[in-house]
């Protein structure tokens, strides 16, 4: 016997209805978390999962425990007399810190047209990447707007022109033939390693704009200019530059988001792109090899893992049938505090894109 129930939406609506989970029974789904988790490892242009370190919590808001670094550097040591008592000092812990991991939502429908229409398409993969890459956006969002920006850290370079009396050892900007960038960046390593009782910045966070002055400049240029050879220009790299700068790693924030809105007009030449990072910035910052709550850092993503349930991140994806709607429903929560912990562990340069 010919099956015609696929003319019919009634019986379509039954078999999506039967491959759909009840989300009174199941909610979260642990394997699109698991396929979630793969997503937001792979874009190279976000930094944020790089840069910050996750500490999972499995209290949404709390206080954590700071040591004051005065008490670890003080030379305080005296030789003790026979008999006598030895010298002592106070310590303390500070309790005033705290973190509250808010909850981040974002849901799209599908309805039974698309489904029956899109056969060939992976639904739960495709809806699960774009639920992913809503959560990436948003986690890179808020560690660039935190953290790369003025009156953040305890050390701002600010730079100026040859005109305004910059120096090419500390604060000229690089678009003067003089300037010398890596000096400079040097000198802020310096600057903060003191600032940070010894805690040297290990990563650096350029923008686009100025990562591309960088690799313009002609100071930069020379260090590798001898090594160029026909058909093959000397090129830097983020490697490159790490090693010069004796850091862990170099970032170029080239994360970008849509900056007009869904279904927006744009006058009629669809949707714009920008950066997510500011321009002319250089952040240097030092964070562990293993977060922890008593570890010293520049800063941490809080994330909440309440249950086994839960992606790495805090998120996690669920999928249930929407009967009013007639569709399936996917949706993605992050739940996550992007802190900063010591701003002594930062360090900004910025305006180094300006005018010479």
């Not at 019919?8 to 699109?32: E, G, H, Y």
């Not at 390693?193 to 990563?203: D, F, L, R, V, W």
């Amino acid at each position: 016997m010919t099956d015609f129930s696929h003319r019919d939406p009634a019986a379509r609506m039954t078999r999506l209805q039967k491959d759909s989970p009840d989300p009174s029974t199941v909610f979260v789904q642990p394997a699109l978390n698991q396929m979630s988790v793969g997503f937001m490892m792979q874009d190279a242009t976000m930094v944020a999962n790089r840069l910050v370190p996750s500490v999972p919590v499995t209290i949404q808001s709390a206080k954590y425990a700071s040591y004051p670094r005065g008490f670890f550097f003080r030379d305080e040591m005296k030789k003790r007399a026979d008999g006598a008592e030895s010298a002592g000092g106070g310590f303390n812990i500070d309790w005033s810190s705290s973190y509250n991991a808010d909850v981040w939502a974002y849901h799209t429908d599908l309805g039974p047209q698309a489904r029956a229409n899109g056969t060939m398409i992976d639904w739960d993969r495709s809806a699960t990447s774009l639920c992913s890459n809503k959560a990436l956006v948003r986690r890179e969002v808020l560690a660039i707007s935190s953290f790369m920006k003025a009156s953040t850290w305890t050390t701002e370079v600010v730079a100026v022109n040859s005109g305004g009396g910059g120096l090419a050892d500390t604060n000229l900007t690089w678009k003067d033939a003089t300037a010398k960038p890596i000096k400079q960046i040097k000198a802020a390593i310096r600057s903060q390693q003191t600032a940070a009782s010894g805690y040297k910045p290990n990563k650096a966070t350029f923008s686009p704009d100025l990562w591309d002055l960088f690799c313009e400049h002609p100071n930069v240029l020379s260090r590798v200019n001898a090594g160029q050879t026909p058909g093959g220009p000397a090129e830097i790299t983020t490697q490159m530059a790490a090693g010069w700068l004796g850091l862990e790693a170099v970032y170029v924030a080239e994360s970008v988001q849509t900056t007009t809105a869904e279904n927006s007009s744009n006058t009629g030449v669809g949707d714009a792109f920008g950066f997510v990072a500011p321009t002319g910035m250089l952040l240097l910052t030092y964070t562990p090899p293993q977060p922890g709550l008593l570890v010293p850092s520049a800063f941490y993503f809080f994330d909440w893992v309440a249950d086994g349930l839960v992606g790495a991140y805090g998120n996690a994806i669920s999928k249930w049938f929407i009967q009013e709607r007639k569709a399936l429903r996917y949706e993605v929560e992050m739940a996550t505090d992007c802190k900063l912990i010591s701003a002594d562990c930062g360090t900004l340069l910025r305006n180094f894109n300006t005018a010479a």
